[in-house]
Structure formats: structure tokens, C-alpha cells
């Protein structure tokens, strides 16, 4: 009380110039290119931003420590499986792409052949059958457009149908949910092949897979290309209910990927390439050396058997040769050996070949009178096929008389 009773005239001029401020800054107002603002507010959000900003950066500061260290306990832990993780996935994406190239190859080397979309054409759907029985489109495309029927139509979610029928501008597509379409479909898993149909209810099913098959739901169906309409691999939809048939068959309902009930634009595929898969170059090896590599050898050529060895087990008669004229007496003459002998000399004479001149068998015994070529004596035929083994190179034939006619000894 002493303080406002000593100082009460100033409290009171300080009061009355804020309340004389105050005032003009109520009624002044600061003007600038967009809008005015009268200063007390000017003021007034000069105050209090420093103690928004101050509450603000205690807030961020709080969930930042919050979010750095409380809340990121267990993210080594995470970090540590997602590095794991990303271990496995990197070992089997090599494996995979090893097998990938290992498929190329042994495709390229059984001269396996893969079919390519090269060539689309897009069309716009302008109406449709207006029917349930019938389900079928009209595409603003037709017969002028290059477009032909049985030709595959497309979206890039997947299969829509085929041209039914086409006309000069426009053409009729017969989508897969019509009951007299059929398509060629395979499981993407279980690699189970069958034909996709529609039904009258407007329901998607594929039939023809036995009943002691197991098909889970939810597996993808693509096109196997076996109906040489669609190429292989496209996609055609997911199984979304499995049960079982009163026939052998399973009743296996599609849910399409492709929305056939709102259709605005398609693709007709205008060319299928058919094109032979080629081997991975970039590999270290190729399918067929490593096929080759399995195989068992053979040797390339094949060692020569020795001559003697030939000669033993198949002796060929050597060519005649005239004999050693031998003198028997004043009168005696040559004469060549014959391959027959007359009816007067004995048996018939044994052809033989030439022996050396150094052969104990060259002539017969004395006193008898006849050549050496008539007749051969056991010990003279084998010590001649003892020089012959023993030489190192076979005798060469001698030039081959003109044959003559055998001539009789006479008697002594």
C-alpha cells in the first residue's frame, strides 16, 4: 500500500497511455496490397507466435525422442531379420536366374519355339449384345482395319475374348464368360491343364481337371496356348472356389482378372510372332556341352592291328609264282608251278608261296627227278611259313606269268 500510495499518480499516467494506445491501435488499421489489418491484431499475434513456436518445438522434440529411441526398441531386432531376409531372397533370385538360363538353354537346344505378341491394335467397345444368353461386344474396328476372325482381344489386366465376327467397320467379340466360348487355360502352380468356359449364370469355370487332383483357391489361371488363339502365359484370372463334380472332373469356378462387364477399351492382337529360343550367350557353358560332357566318349580313331597278327588269323593265298628251275638231267627244262595237277602224278599239288632263296624248302630230295614247284613236301611248306612269320616285311609279289599249260615229267 505505501508503494501505490507513493507512486499512484504515475501507476495512473502509465494506466491512461495504455488505454490511450490500446485505443488507436483498435481503430488504427495497416493497409497493404491484399487486405488491412488493424494493428492491435498485428500486435497481438506478435505476442503469442514466440510462445506457439516455443510449444511447438517442445513437441517436436518430444515425439522425435519418442520416435528415435522408446518406439525403435526392437528394430535392430527387425533389422537383423530383414537382412536375413534379404540373404535368402538374393540366393534364390540367383538360383532362379541360373534356372531361368539353364531353361533357354536346353530350350534352345531341343529346338523349342516361343510365341510373341509383336503386333496390337486398339479398339473401343461401341455396344453390346444386350442379351444374358449371349455375351458378346462390338468394337469400333473392323474388316477394314486389317481384322480377321478367331483374332485374340485383350485389356492389360488380362483376356477379354476373341473376333467372332467381323464387318467392314465394326467387329463382333465373343467374351470368355459366353457359354460357347472355350479357352485353353493351365494352373499356374500345379501346371493342371484344362478349358475355361462360360456359363449360362455368367460364371467362369475350368473344366476337364480330374477330381483326384487338389487345386487350392486362389491360384492364378493362364492361358497354356494349346486353343492357338491366345498366346501362351497371358493372364486370365484367379480359382476362387473348388468343389467336387458328380463326374471324374472337379468343378473349378475363375473369377476373370479383366472387369468384362465394364469394358471401354481392348487390344486385338493383329500378329503372333513364333520365334526359336536362343541360348544364353552370357553363360560360362553352354546345354550342350555340359550334354555333351554326360556322354560317354568314343575314341576317335581305332589303333590298326599288326600285319602278322591279320596274317595269322586270316592267311591269304599269295599269288602263283614260277618255280626255280632245277637241273634233273641233260633234258630237264623249267617249269611253272600249276594250280592243278594232272591225273597221272598223284594227288593234286598244293599251292603255296615262294619261299627265300636261303629256305630248306626251295628243292625236293635228289635222285627223284622233278621241280620243286609240283609237289611240296610237308617240311618244306612249313619251314617256308616259318621264314615267312619271321621276316619284318611281307615279300612283294612278283609279276604274274601268263598261265601255261602244265607239263608231265617224263619217267626216268
Known amino acids: 500500500m505505501d508503494v501505490l500510495g507513493r507512486y499512484r499518480n504515475l501507476i495512473v499516467l502509465v494506466g491512461v497511455l495504455f488505454a490511450q494506445v490500446l485505443g488507436l491501435a483498435v481503430q ?16 497481438a499475434v506478435g505476442a503469442v507466435t514466440p510462445l506457439e513456436k516455443a510449444l511447438v518445438w517442445m513437441q517436436t522434440s518430444t515425439g522425435k525422442i519418442w520416435h528415435s529411441y522408446f518406439y525403435l526398441r526392437g528394430v535392430r531386432a527387425e533389422n537383423r531379420s530383414l537382412k536375413a531376409q534379404i540373404e535368402r531372397m538374393s540366393l534364390e533370385q540367383v538360383r532362379m536366374s541360373q534356372d531361368a538360363d539353364q531353361a533357354r538353354r536346353l530350350q534352345a537346344l531341343l529346338g523349342f519355339k516361343e510365341q510373341f ?19 458378346v461386344v462390338f468394337i469400333d474396328k473392323g474388316e477394314n482395319d486389317h481384322l480377321k476372325r478367331d483374332m485374340a482381344v485383350i485389356t492389360a489386366d488380362g483376356i477379354v475374348g476373341k473376333v467372332l465376327n467381323v464387318y467392314p467397320s465394326t467387329s463382333q467379340v465373343l467374351l470368355i464368360d459366353d457359354q460357347t466360348s472355350g479357352v485353353g487355360a493351365i494352373l499356374d502352380k500345379t501346371r ?4 475355361l468356359r462360360g456359363t449360362p449364370s455368367g460364371e467362369v469355370v475350368l473344366e ?19 486353343d492357338g488363339i491366345f498366346p501362351k502365359g497371358l493372364l486370365v484370372g484367379r480359382v476362387t472356389k473348388v468343389s467336387t463334380g458328380s463326374d471324374l472332373f472337379l468343378n473349378i469356378r475363375v473369377r476373370p482378372s479383366a472387369n468384362l462387364s465394364k469394358l471401354e477399351e481392348v487390344l486385338v492382337v493383329t500378329k503372333i510372332d513364333e520365334r526359336q529360343a536362343q541360348p544364353d550367350q552370357s553363360g560360362t557353358a553352354r546345354a550342350a556341352d555340359i550334354l555333351a560332357g554326360r556322354l560317354p566318349t568314343v575314341p576317335a580313331t581305332v589303333p590298326a592291328k599288326p600285319e602278322n597278327a591279320e596274317k595269322d588269323a586270316a592267311p591269304s593265298p599269295a599269288a602263283p609264282r614260277t618255280a626255280a628251275p632245277t637241273t634233273a638231267g641233260s633234258d630237264a627244262k623249267p617249269k611253272a608251278a600249276s594250280p592243278e595237277a594232272s591225273a597221272s602224278s598223284g594227288p593234286p599239288a598244293v599251292r603255296k608261296t615262294a619261299p627265300p632263296a636261303s629256305s630248306p624248302g626251295t628243292s625236293s630230295g635228289a635222285g627223284s627227278g622233278t621241280s620243286s614247284g609240283t609237289a611240296a613236301t610237308p617240311a618244306g611248306a612249313a619251314a617256308g611259313t616259318a621264314a615267312t612269320k619271321a621276316s619284318p616285311k611281307p615279300a612283294k609279289p612278283a609279276v604274274q606269268p601268263k598261265p601255261q599249260p602244265a607239263v608231265q615229267d617224263s619217267p626216268q
Open 117 to 135: 505378341i509383336s503386333q496390337t491394335m486398339a479398339a473401343q467397345v461401341i455396344g453390346g449384345s444386350g442379351s444374358e444368353q449371349s455375351r
Open 208 to 226: 476337364k481337371v480330374m477330381s483326384d487332383e487338389t487345386v487350392p483357391p486362389g491360384e492364378q489361371v493362364l492361358t497354356s496356348g494349346g
Open 28 to 43: 488504427v488499421k495497416r493497409t497493404n496490397d491484399s487486405e488491412s489489418t488493424r494493428v492491435i491484431r498485428i500486435w
Open 192 to 195: 493342371l491343364q484344362g478349358i
